[in-house]
DNA sequence: TCAGTTATTCATG
DNA sequence: CATGAATAACTGA
């Protein structure tokens, strides 16, 4: 498992990656830039670590500028149960700048009565923005949760436009 | 295995 | 609009 850090206008991202591929994606804890430096960068463990580590930072900046990223680095979501798996992966099927409810989501897995379980399995979910957990909504309006603290699911909607 | 919990939703009053 | 039940799945013990 190698931890680094990635920089952008937002402070410095975690980001753990096995030999899988791209593992978490943590949003900065505190807003303001942080000193913290690149842990690990150096000794590259896996094949093709220092690409993910690239793609990866690349792909975050395309999704803070509001865009949707061109290529992923390789996602390591082994982690999760498969029915975790299967809402990340739904996740992802979410065009930047639209928004989907958590019951859109528990239908598009085939698990209509799921709505409850979806919203646990996105608060599980380890990959914050990559894979947007950020897009799905309740269904009266509000804002739902946001593992990292509603303020980063409110600025990452925003950045794509969404309004609330 | 099971009780407790959840980033929901719908029907009622 | 507040409340409560229903509902699927995770987590920890």
Known sequence: ??????????????????????ARLECPANRRGNTLTAIGAGHSKFPGFARWKKLTAKA???????????????LDLSKGSAF???????????????????????ATIRRPLATRAVGSACGANPVLILVPCHRVLPKNGGLGGFSSGLKWKRRLLELEGVRV
Request: proline share 8%; aromatic share 8%; hydrophobic share 40%.
């Open 84 to 106: 975790q798996q299967q809402v990340w992966t739904a996740l992802q099927q979410i065009p930047a700048g639209k928004t989907q409810t958590y019951a859109q989501v528990a």
């Open 60 to 74: 975050l900046a395309e999704a803070l500028a509001g865009r949707a990223p061109r290529n992923l680095p390789p």
């Open 1 to 22: 498992m190698e931890k680094i850090f990635i920089d952008s206008p937002e402070g410095a991202f975690t980001a753990c990656f096995t030999e899988r591929g791209l």
